[in-house]
């Protein structure tokens, strides 16, 4: 069942280690394929040297298990509320890449400081709020993917598409599960030059936004003339 | 004799090589075999390059040597400190790795700042007082073990299995050499976050003791649901 | 048709992910035979690891395609500014490489503080000034050439064969391609270093111009010494 | 000519690039043959990547060339006035390894933090004075040399085998080419964790002074108890 994007998402996981996103068991990558209303993820905790394409899990978007021997990934919950919230995303990732992550342990936003920020992301990347002692006691996981929504809020999620977890780590997502890894590989090469920037300049301002719609805009939407 | 656990300590030292935390000879890994009594440990001073698994020394808990044409490592005598105070502790490693000796240098704990710390160590990581002239003019390597104990106090070792030497560097430990080695992994990259963390947001707070308990609990203990 | 330059600028481009300077497609080489006034550049949005010598696209100083499948580099137009500009550049080169680009977003200028700036660049590597709306709006590509030259002024571009583009990240020309990465590559490692030097000690002077002369001059002009 | 020489100095260049100390041509490394008094040096501006072997260089303890069809480095009268002062030198390098330069750069020793400064250097490493004028204009690559001998004054050059030449960079030297080389190495890894410490905490002590002899003791001289 699903075995190409089994397939897919079995090596979207790979490129996380690949791209040093990862260490150990510490990320996972999904797809969706939408026609089938059906979701791919990595098995919680199994070691990226010995998994298989055949190991990957797959889900209805309930959490209920159709077919897999092993248990799902444990945020499984966050991924699904992302595909349940929004109809336009095909792959999600989550890791705990160094530079993202100390973005969310400081609890900041990343700031969009130039253009290779603004030619993927259109804007900050934002950093939620805590989460309350009753939303980390109950539905841990899940309510991770509420504040993720709430943050988001009113926007297109693909016009950002990543977040930094207060205290946790970076969500990036996609159209696909390569694009997300993407997405994520670009998350943490911004945030550890935003880092740079800040370090450097302590009172250093954002990119403005003429040249921040330029660069979005000449990758992304009607008016894109970057690429092929 | 014991070759198992020889060839187990072995891979441990060469895994430390591998992951980057140790350069020449500057790192070395224990393992226990509880029903003899015997300790195994890497060579002291020699190359990682050279290095076979029969080259590994076998001592017995009051530190003679029971097989091996090696002098054991120098920091032999600490190593036998843990395993005579914790009889859950199956495997001792200590390094110079970068981070966490930055820590131990700058005479600091490393703070639990996220998730990624909260999953192996239940707290932040502490850093041992100095050590005085009289300990150091002593029997060093022992005295270096006896404040090891008494900085981790009443707790249970495997909660916090890691901990940084002022001025010198980091030990840690795990219910097996292998498992020792992936806690000293883990420390370094945690307190690579933390330094980020730290410089980045000069006010910034701990994470808080629910998201805390939540993370440690969710891969530890009876309730534990991570993993397979 | 210029088989020997497109082979030489796709070499180029792929030493710059050799040497770590770019990820996926962030980053473009061109080079020029100023006897024919044609410009080999890579195409745009080509993934490194399927590019081939003869997906490079062959331009006319004006712009105009002369041969090639594919569409330029979407920064053909700063490079055009270059070639046109200085007919003692052979080649050029567009990265956004973490420590050139960190001093893009903070809008600082490189400072020359050591004897491995003054080897390649003879003074302060400038960051230029911010765009004006309507040069992002207009015919952005080619302002962005407009204003180095602007930054640049009456000096050699040899002198100093880099800068860094407000916001945006940096450029380097040479010779040659080859040359041009060359700086590129040399320019990373000087801004990493220029990092350092500036949290380390927040009050440190530049090289004297003594020393600044010695070791640019025993490297380059009629009384250098250094090579073969 | 002193084939073993000869292939010791060129293997112990290789090695500055293994290590990562070096990119391009930006380092060099000599040996002596004390009984022939001949120094062997690597070559001018001569690509790691091509070198060989036979082409270093064998030169007197003037400067004369003795045998080699490569000019020497540049450097060379720097790594002669070395080994003209100090009879217990038996090889020197010279680099720009990133974290030492970033010392040089900043004008500030490294300080003695730890155990890892203090296994190989008795104290902390020194940044020399500036060069004035004249010895800039005059025989400089000399003068280097004799600023080095000024700033180690009356101590054994062996007790700490490594200096920061102001706004220039490390050199280091040891009892043999691959001994430079060693204690290059761990130079720039105990300069990166100097600057991380200080970064950390502006205000931290360095090593005290019992601690920092224990370690260097238990490594050097005649009660050294590390090794076989």
Same mark, same amino acid.
Not at 75 to 84: E, G, K, Q, S
């Given at each position: ?15 996380? /280690? ?16 939408? $026609? ?39 945020? %499984?919950?966050?991924?699904? =509320? ?32 130039? %253009? ?22 109950? $539905?841990?996981?899940? $309510? ?15 016009? =950002? ?23 994520? =590989? ?5 945030? /550890? ?15 403005? /936004? ?17 690429? /092929?």
């Amino acid at each position: 069942m699903l075995e190409e994007l089994k397939q897919k998402v079995y090596e979207a996981n790979m490129e996380l /280690q690949r791209k040093g996103l990862v260490i150990y068991t510490w990320g996972n990558v999904s797809g969706i394929d939408r $026609e089938m209303g059906l979701v791919v993820i990595k098995p919680s905790g199994v070691d990226y040297d010995t998994m298989k394409a055949e190991d990957m899990v797959v889900l209805d978007l309930n959490g209920n298990i159709v077919e897999g021997k092993y248990k799902p990934s444990t945020d %499984t919950p966050t991924h699904l =509320v992302m595909y349940n919230t929004y109809p336009n995303i095909g792959g999600v990732v989550h890791t705990h890449s160094e530079w993202a992550t100390s973005f969310a342990q400081a609890g900041l936003s990343i700031p969009a400081f130039g %253009t290779t920020h603004a030619d993927y992301f259109y804007g900050d990347i934002p950093c939620t709020r805590d989460l309350t002692d009753d939303e980390i006691n109950g $539905e841990y996981e899940k $309510e991770t993917g509420n504040v993720i929504v709430e943050t988001i809020g009113d926007r297109d999620p693909l016009e =950002v598409p990543a977040i930094v977890v207060k205290n946790h780590g970076p969500f990036a997502w996609g159209k696909d599960p390569d694009n997300a890894v993407y997405n994520a =590989v670009v998350l943490d090469k911004v945030a /550890q030059m935003a880092y740079n920037t800040m370090t450097l300049n302590t009172r250093v301002d954002k990119v403005n /936004q003429t040249l921040l719609d330029k660069h979005y805009l000449r990758k992304h939407g009607v008016n894109a003339y970057y690429g /092929q």
